[in-house]
């Protein structure tokens, strides 16, 4: 393979690119506000040029919330952004002339981990990424398991409460509407105040339990219970052996992996006449998306 | 070399079913009995019996044993049975030791699935979720045309995963477990209470049940969930909408295995699954209703199980057919190592 390693991360309110080495480090990058949808191709099309600097492209991942279509060229439909069956790979394809693959951004999130990360070496991986919704990636034998329409590992819309918050999909009571990084911030309402008397941040409330603080603590473990409690049902369903929990709130460590460990373990059925999975943090941060696009296109069959 | 033959040994929670299979997935000889369930030992001496009286009448290469409980990722141990007696039972080699034969051990929605995606409704489908709607609810999955049994063979427990926060009470522990919702034993409950109330519902169970128990005076007490589905079956509206309702909490489970595992092909078995679709039309617009992304994206097709109740016996004979094919070496001296490793004599025939 000749040629550079590109991901692009495309999020609801920036785009970032960035070309990584066979060790999935970034060697350079650079990001964009993102635009209008009808201008993302060419927006994603100059930022790969920008950090190319002349040299040959290889391939472009790019990592996206929404529903990506099983041939990884369309986005179905996309929660942030104005996507209805649009045609990203293509049309970003035909502005390079190099190949282009579209994926999932948990999707990628969790192949990055597999390959460079925590998941490393594990048969079965289920990755859950925490941040403004939840989403989650299931890595088998090697192999990004993307189900019969490309729309597996979807874990932030299994169902948690019956009849519950309406969530963004237009369901009711799915997971990511108690165990997101929003989600967290709702509950911090009228709990934490930052310093000048404004609600917190999701980061905000990470910091603070970082720093001990008391009633982050307790928040965080209320909301890593739950969340722990939802992944139980996915255990009971794909026992995998290592859960990779990434996301922003993933940088609270053990204050969020504890109480996750603790929902998982009591509502795990089989108790303690199973072995259960290990629950780990995260390895490569807020750019694994970037990573694992990258690394997912360079060779569309790696993973097949 | 004439067919090779195995026996399938389905266990379930009231009763052993066992048969010799052959290579197409036909049953040419059956045999039942009640789960002696509160007895390990009365139900391994069942096994090995039932094996005995198959292998007069067939020769058989092999054992599969499928077995409501998890099994540990050797195939070997049953570790924990819901509804049976075993804990850490090292069912494999206990029965090899009793049979001579190779054995392999399962979980029974395994074997079932895998009956299904060989002889049944899921051939040629690579991404497949079975369902078996028993007294609780089992599964399987294959992705991309593999089975998945998950890092400790425990993968595709789905009447555990949750659907109601501090729901109704399972006998795992946990509260609000899909099982508890969508089973056989819901329709059991609900007769059993219908008969207890003395409704007209009630009442017509118990004709029912007084049909197949002629002889019976209490013939309520004998009243279950198949009476609900021939109930209606025939047509009485109430016991139809009791087994919608079993169909819509069965859509409801299914939307999150769309969501877990994005699966082309639910396959549903079990005796539940006789009501056929009286059940499935409810889970089919449920299942659509709960489904993410729906609209925006193609759905998995839900349909019945083909094979009925034998899938579970058929599809641990197979396995076990095939496992003990690979497993003997071609030529003597192969053997012969296999046998200094195992510690037993080869090829010791009866």
């Known amino acids: 393979m000749t040629g550079l390693e590109v991901g692009v991360d495309v999020g609801g309110t920036k785009i970032a690119a960035g070309i990584i080495d066979e060790t999935g480090a970034i060697v350079r990058s650079a990001r964009r506000p993102t635009p209008d949808s009808s201008e993302i191709p060419a927006a994603i099309a100059e930022l790969v040029r920008e950090i190319a600097a002349g040299q040959a492209v290889a391939a472009v991942g790019i990592g996206a919330a929404g529903f990506i279509s099983a041939d990884r060229q369309t986005v179905l439909t996309a929660p942030n952004i104005d996507w209805n069956d649009a045609p990203l790979g293509h049309d970003v394809s035909a502005l390079l002339d190099v190949p282009v693959v579209v994926e999932n951004d948990a999707n990628a999130a969790a192949w990055a981990e597999h390959r460079f990360g925590a998941g490393r070496g594990a048969h079965q991986m289920l990755a859950v990424t925490v941040g403004t919704g939840v989403g989650g990636g299931l890595v088998v034998n090697g192999h990004l398991v993307r189900g019969a329409h490309g729309i597996a590992a979807e874990v932030g819309h299994i169902r948690f409460e019956r009849g519950g918050l309406l969530c963004g999909c237009g369901l009711y009571g799915c997971l990511e509407q108690y165990a997101s990084g929003t989600a967290l911030e709702r509950r911090a309402e009228g709990r934490l105040l930052g310093p000048d008397g404004s609600p917190v941040s999701g980061p905000e409330i990470t910091r603070l339990a970082n720093a001990e603080d008391p009633a982050a603590c307790e928040l965080l473990a209320e909301f890593g219970r739950d969340l722990g409690e939802g992944i139980a049902t996915l255990v009971a369903v794909l026992d995998p052996e290592v859960i990779v929990i990434g996301g922003g709130v993933a940088e609270a460590g053990d204050h969020l992996l504890d109480p996750v460990r603790e929902g998982l373990a009591a509502f795990l059925t089989g108790g303690t006449e199973r072995p259960g999975p290990s629950v780990v943090a995260a390895e490569l941060g807020n750019q694994a998306g970037l990573v694992g696009a990258a690394d997912l296109a360079v060779d569309p069959d790696r993973d097949a | ?350």
Not at chain 2, 132 to 140: H, N, Q
Not at chain 2, 190 to 202: C, D, I, M, S
Request: contains cysteine; charged residues 25%.
């Open chain 2, 1 to 350: 070399m004439p067919e090779r033959l195995a026996v399938g040994i389905d266990i379930g929670g009231t009763k052993i079913a066992a048969g010799v299979v052959d290579e197409d997935g036909r049953i040419l000889a059956r045999r039942r009995r009640l789960t002696p369930s509160t007895d390990a030992e009365l139900v391994l001496t069942a096994i090995a019996e039932l094996t005995e009286e198959l292998r007069d009448e067939h020769p058989v290469k092999a054992v599969g044993i499928g077995a409501a409980g998890f099994i540990d990722e050797s195939q070997s141990t049953v570790m924990f049975s819901p509804h049976l007696a075993w804990r850490n039972e090292p069912l494999r080699d206990r029965v090899a030791r009793r049979t001579r034969l190779p054995v392999l051990v399962d979980n029974d929605a395994n074997t079932s699935a895998w009956a299904e995606w060989r002889f049944g409704a899921a051939q040629n489908v690579p991404d497949v979720v079975t369902v078996t709607l028993g007294t609780g609810i089992g599964g399987a999955i294959v992705i991309d045309g593999q089975p998945y049994r998950g890092a400790h063979g425990m993968a595709g427990e789905f009447g555990h995963q949750q659907v109601v926060p501090g729901g109704i009470l399972c006998e795992c522990g946990n509260r609000g477990c899909w099982e508890q919702y969508a089973s056989g034993r819901v329709l059991s409950r609900r007769a059993a209470a219908e008969v207890a109330a003395g409704t007209p519902a009630g009442g017509r169970l118990v004709e029912l049940a007084r049909l197949d128990h002629p002889t019976v005076g209490t013939a309520d007490v004998l009243v279950d969930g198949t009476h609900v589905t021939r109930l209606a079956a025939a047509g009485d509206a109430t016991a139809v909408e009791w087994i919608a309702e079993v169909g819509h909490w069965l859509g409801i489970g299914l939307a999150n295995l769309s969501a877990s595992i994005d699966p082309g092909l639910f396959v549903i078995g079990g005796g539940v699954s006789d009501a056929d679709e009286m059940l499935l039309a409810p889970a089919r617009a449920a299942h659509a209703d709960q489904l993410v992304g729906r609209g925006f994206r193609s759905e998995a097709r839900i349909v019945r199980a083909h094979l009925g109740p034998d899938a579970g016996l058929v599809g641990a004979a197979d396995m076990a057919r095939i496992r003990a094919r690979r497993r003997r070496p071609a030529n003597p001296a192969g053997r012969a190592r296999v046998a200094a490793r195992t510690g037993r004599s080869p090829r010791r025939r009866r």
